[in-house]
């Protein structure tokens, strides 16, 4: 209550949300559900927005660039796919999620996980074959 008494007369005095904000969120909210924006200029042409006005929105509100936050997302949708066993071609898998060439993609993946795809993927292959070793003890 006291809270309360303190912070009320200051609500008036709050700045107007700004109308960038809305737009953002369904640039962020895209950026997640749609595999297929996989760079900056991507961006650009589905929301009319200048380059250097996409940076300043995102390090304003989120932090960092726009082409860092579609790079993890993009390499998050990689992890996700050698988990669900889905990663048999790693250059076409570089190439749905928008890097150049593998060689790319693994140097991504390598700055984020510590490992190569490869050591990824075989990683969580011996973890469940232990896993399924202890189930059969039990």
Do not use: C
Request: aromatic fraction near 8%; charged fraction near 20%; hydrophobic fraction near 45%.
């Amino acid at each position: 209550l006291l809270a309360e008494q303190m912070f009320l007369p200051l609500l008036p005095q709050l700045p107007n949300a700004d109308p960038a904000l809305p737009l953002l969120q369904k640039i962020m909210q895209d950026i997640v559900a749609q595999p297929d924006l996989n760079s900056v200029e991507d961006l650009q042409n589905r929301y009319g927005i200048h380059k250097r006005q996409l940076q300043r929105l995102f390090q304003q509100y989120v932090g960092v660039s726009p082409k860092w936050v579609i790079q993890r997302y993009r390499l998050h949708e990689a992890i996700a796919r050698i988990q669900a066993g889905d990663s048999k071609n790693w250059a076409a898998l570089a190439l749905e999620l928008g890097y150049f060439d593998q060689a790319h993609f693994v140097r991504a993946f390598r700055v984020l996980t510590g490992m190569t795809p490869v050591a990824y993927q075989q990683t969580l292959l011996q973890k469940k074959a232990r896993a399924g070793k202890a189930k059969e003890r039990i």
